[in-house]
Nanobody, 119 residues
């Protein structure tokens, strides 16, 4: 059974940082593109970032230069380092076993971790 368990969310002030983690199991983590997706209250899901098995990365323009995606293929864990957080980054963040072409399939997502950026 595929399991994706996100953690690391919380409340932070604007300009602050958070590091999200996603523990993966039940599939070949090292062989899959992994993705972070977020959904803000009242809005549709938004692709945030993807990383290939060889750690090539891609970012949405809205987070480029502030967020860093990474992976540990030994520990089967995906990360998202988020710096210079803004109120508009407030959302439920999902880890997905997905690429830029199929990230919108919510069956590929974990249960999510809430990030709230507020003063």
């Amino acid at each position: 059974e595929v399991q994706l368990v996100e953690s690391g969310g919380g409340m932070v002030q604007p300009g602050g940082s958070l590091r999200l983690s996603c523990a993966a199991s039940g599939f070949s983590f090292s062989g899959n593109v992994m993705t972070w997706v977020r959904q803000a209250p009242g809005k549709g899901p938004e692709w945030v970032s993807s990383i290939s098995p060889g750690s090539q990365t891609a970012y949405a323009d809205s987070v480029k230069g502030r967020f860093t995606i990474s992976r540990d293929n030994v520990k089967n864990t995906l990360f998202l380092q988020m710096n210079s957080l803004k109120p508009e980054d407030t959302a439920l963040y999902y880890c997905a076993r997905a690429s830029v072409s199929n990230w919108h399939d919510s069956r590929r997502w974990g249960q999510g971790t809430q990030v709230t950026v507020s003063s």
